[in-house]
Nanobody
Framework: QGQLVESGGSSVQEGGSLRLSCQHS????????MGWFRQAPGKDREGVGT??????????HYSDSVKGRFTISHDRSESTLYLQMNNLKPEDTAVYYC??????????????????WGQGTQVTVSS
């Protein structure tokens, strides 16, 4: 069914930047939906943004809380999804996960509960 491995999480000061990576291997060919999610302690999991790996998927979608600060991109040759996070705030502190769902239709917005998930990477932003 494939595997997702996140990396790049770290501790940064408020206003700093990080880039998370999600290396996806063994997944099926063609385009499919992928998403970044996060979960802070004591809170529900929150969608950060979504991306379609094939052509014709349109621009990535972002939650209002990260729009304008976070950018999702994809390197097909490296089978890697990226999350560039700028102007980080303490409220961005969470474990960040990537997920892939082969059956999700465009525009790739959903909970990805039927998909494949990575193990998560911790992002901590201090003020």
């Amino acid at each position: 069914q494939g595997q997702l491995v996140e990396s790049g999480g770290s501790s940064v000061q408020e206003g700093g930047s990080l880039r998370l990576s999600c290396q996806h291997s063994g997944l099926h060919y063609g385009g499919y939906c992928m998403g970044w999610f996060r979960q802070a302690p004591g809170k529900d999991r929150e969608g950060v943004g979504t991306f379609y790996t094939g052509s014709g998927g349109g621009a990535p979608h972002y939650s209002d809380s990260v729009k304008g600060r976070f950018t999702i991109s994809h390197d097909r040759s490296e089978s890697t999804l990226y999350l560039q996070m700028n102007n980080l705030k303490p409220e961005d502190t969470a474990v960040y996960y990537c997920a892939a769902d082969f059956r999700m239709p465009l525009p790739c917005v959903g909970d990805y509960n039927r998909g494949v998930w990575g193990q998560g990477t911790q992002v901590t932003v201090s003020s």
